[in-house]
């Protein structure tokens, strides 16, 4: 029963099912992985160590992308865009900035999933243009980051930074660490705290500024103050002044600041007449310095158009 013949022979049952085939490892798969492995990586490395525990749930999805191979590129947008609202958890602008390296991932696994030909080709001549520019310009940051200034110098010039209440923060007591550094090596240099009060700050950047180094067993006297200042160009300006009434001279001058900023600074400094070197303080986070540097990168291309 259920079984017919047809010319002598018996025929086999026709209501069997056969399993789809496994989709084959490619490329591409391997690719999609190696995305989800750089956000664990992103979240394991770049951030405060109290954050790595998010790092498990990410190679988890790794795991069943490569169990799940159809899923992978639905896993691989999930990934990225968890990785986009977590750095908007953090107040911090580098953070922010940072998500524009995922949401440009997002946008192209969208036009190269879903976008016909033109469209794959246009986003992808821009994503070129945009890498190949940026790298042009974060040759000139990098090197004046990496340089290190001359001893004994007469005046360094101390850029501010937010203060939050009285207390400095991670931004400005990383630049005032570099600062105390220089200034116990080099006792004969004396310091221009430079930054006015802003939105938010009970004192004055400089106050705050003068506060940390004496605490840090800099000499009162060997500490002047600038608390005028709402910019950059104005710190440099008003600093300027500052050693001229104290008498000395700005032609060996050191500017003390985070190391993405040292570049713009250095080329201000030096179009008012300023012979300035630069000493980075200490760095942030990874994933906040990669971020700060993407927005130092627009910064100083405004700055070769428009002028010092």
Same mark, same amino acid.
């Given at each position: 029963?259920?079984? =017919?013949?047809?010319?002598?022979?018996?025929?086999?049952?026709?209501?069997?099912?056969?399993?789809?085939?496994?989709?084959?490892?490619?490329?591409?798969?391997?690719?999609?992985?190696?995305?989800?492995?750089?956000?664990?990586?992103?979240?394991?490395?770049?951030?405060?160590?109290?954050?790595?525990?998010?790092?498990?749930?990410?190679?988890?999805?790794?795991?069943?992308?490569?169990?799940?191979?159809?899923?992978?590129?639905?896993?691989?947008?999930?990934?990225?865009?968890?990785?986009?609202?977590?750095?908007?958890?953090?107040?911090?602008?580098?953070?922010?900035?940072?998500?524009?390296?995922?949401?440009? @991932?997002?946008?192209?696994?969208?036009?190269?999933?879903?976008?016909?030909?033109? @469209?794959?080709?246009?986003?992808?001549?821009?994503?070129?243009?945009?890498?190949?520019?940026?790298?042009?310009?974060?040759?000139?940051? @990098?090197?004046?980051?990496?340089?290190?200034?001359?001893?004994?110098?007469?005046?360094?010039?101390?850029?501010?930074?937010?203060?939050?209440?009285?207390?400095?923060?991670?931004?400005?007591?990383?630049?005032?660490?570099?600062?105390?550094?220089?200034?116990?090596?080099?006792?004969?240099?004396?310091?221009?705290?430079?930054?006015?009060?802003?939105?938010?700050?009970?004192?004055?950047?400089?106050?705050?500024?003068?506060?940390?180094?004496?605490?840090?067993?800099?000499?009162?006297?060997?500490?002047?103050?600038?608390?005028? =200042?709402? =910019?950059?160009?104005?710190?440099?300006?008003?600093?300027?002044?500052?050693?001229?009434?104290?008498?000395?001279?700005?032609?060996?001058?050191? @500017?003390? =600041?985070?190391?993405?900023?040292?570049?713009?600074?250095?080329?201000?400094?030096?179009?008012?007449?300023?012979?300035?070197?630069?000493?980075?303080?200490?760095?942030?986070?990874?994933?906040?310095?990669?971020?700060?540097?993407?927005?130092?990168?627009?910064?100083?291309?405004?700055?070769?158009?428009?002028?010092?």
């Amino acid at each position: 029963m259920g079984v =017919s013949k047809q010319g002598g022979k018996q025929m086999e049952p026709t209501n069997r099912t056969e399993k789809p085939a496994k989709q084959r490892f490619t490329v591409l798969h391997a690719l999609g992985l190696l995305l989800i492995l750089c956000a664990a990586a992103v979240i394991w490395f770049g951030v405060h160590p109290r954050y790595r525990i998010l790092a498990a749930p990410i190679l988890a999805l790794g795991v069943l992308a490569a169990w799940k191979r159809n899923w992978m590129f639905w896993i691989v947008l999930i990934v990225q865009a968890g990785v986009v609202a977590f750095l908007w958890t953090f107040p911090q602008a580098g953070y922010r900035i940072a998500s524009i390296v995922p949401l440009a @991932l997002i946008a192209m696994l969208l036009v190269f999933r879903f976008g016909n030909k033109p @469209l794959k080709i246009i986003a992808s001549i821009l994503m070129g243009t945009a890498l190949c520019g940026l790298l042009i310009v974060e040759i000139p940051i @990098l090197k004046a980051a990496s340089e290190q200034p001359e001893p004994d110098a007469d005046y360094i010039v101390v850029l501010g930074a937010a203060v939050y209440g009285e207390t400095p923060s991670i931004t400005l007591e990383h630049r005032l660490e570099g600062a105390a550094r220089y200034l116990t090596a080099n006792p004969r240099t004396k310091a221009v705290v430079s930054g006015g009060q802003g939105a938010g700050e009970d004192i004055t950047e400089a106050e705050c500024m003068r506060r940390y180094l004496t605490a840090h067993g800099i000499a009162e006297e060997r500490i002047l103050l600038e608390d005028m =200042s709402t =910019s950059t160009r104005e710190n440099l300006a008003f600093s300027k002044a500052v050693i001229k009434t104290d008498g000395g001279k700005t032609d060996r001058i050191v @500017l003390v =600041s985070s190391a993405y900023h040292l570049y713009r600074a250095r080329r201000m400094a030096e179009a008012m007449g300023m012979h300035a070197g630069g000493f980075a303080g200490s760095d942030g986070y990874p994933i906040y310095m990669f971020g700060m540097y993407l927005r130092e990168a627009v910064a100083a291309v405004k700055l070769w158009i428009f002028g010092a």
